[in-house]
């Protein structure tokens, strides 16, 4: 079945640092959307990519909706505390299908 | 406001018992959804309403019954608790189900515990 691979499970960084998490399907997605998932939280919407070759910028947070549709990446540039959490990607193989969810990357900032 | 809303926010109970959260929206979506996240975070979907009628049911056990009363509120009853049932639930609502391109506003979680 369709499947959403998303990479790394886990990233520690210090403080400052950068942090990339990737996911990768299967087959093309008709979009990408990624969400936010603090500790004791629930998942909240960050934002969605829907062209080939898409890059969104939200502060410090670029995403990346790959040319062949079939990966995306975010990355945020200097870690601070606010930004702990699992980041979770999500994305229907075509607008009839429901969304098919990552595993999430949970990013832990090292003290 | 709250824009999804879900109660109670912790269910802790005995195996065998027979439990409900309750989910409700206030944002005027078409489309409800319950979750399940496990301990290692994974959200796995597990049933889907679209304007009161199901319309994606997940490979969950018939234990699980959801119900639509109306548009805006999704139920979950649970019968025969089993330990492997003890995760977050969270509720979750869309604009509309078709095109996917909706994003989905999640509900606070359940968190049910069973001993």
């Known amino acids: 079945g369709q499947q959403v691979m998303q990479i790394p499970q886990y990233q520690h960084v210090q403080e400052g640092e950068d942090f990339t998490t990737y996911c990768n399907s299967s087959?093309?997605?008709?979009?990408i959307q990624w969400y936010k998932q603090r500790p004791g939280g629930h998942p909240v919407f960050l934002i969605q990519?829907?062209?080939s070759g898409e890059v969104k910028k939200q502060k410090r947070l670029t995403f990346q909706f790959g040319e062949a549709k079939k990966n995306s990446s975010l990355h945020i540039t200097a870690t601070q505390t606010t930004d702990v959490g699992t980041y979770f990607c999500?994305?229907?193989?075509?607008?009839?299908?429901?969304?098919?969810w990552g595993a999430g990357t949970k990013l832990i900032i090292k003290p | 406001d709250t824009a999804v809303s879900q109660t109670p926010k912790y269910l802790v109970t005995q195996m065998g018992n027979d439990k409900s959260i309750k989910c409700e929206q206030n944002?005027?979506?078409?489309?409800m959804y319950w979750y399940k996240q496990d301990s290692k975070k994974f959200l796995k979907i597990m049933f889907s309403?679209?304007?009161?009628?199901?319309?994606i049911n997940e490979t969950v056990p018939n234990r699980f019954s959801p119900k639509s009363p109306d548009k805006a509120h999704l139920n979950l009853h649970i019968n025969s608790l089993e330990l492997g049932d003890s995760a977050v639930y969270f509720c979750?609502?869309?604009?509309?189900?078709?095109?996917?391109?909706?994003?989905?506003?999640f509900g606070p979680g359940t968190r049910l515990t069973v001993t």
């Open positions: 979750a609502s869309s604009q509309v189900f078709r095109p996917s391109s909706y994003e989905q506003y």
């Open positions: 944002l005027g979506h078409d489309t």
């Open positions: 309403y679209n304007n009161k009628e199901l319309i």
């Open positions: 087959t093309t997605l008709s979009n």
């Open positions: 990519l829907v062209k």
């Open positions: 999500a994305g229907p193989p075509d607008s009839n299908y429901q969304l098919i």
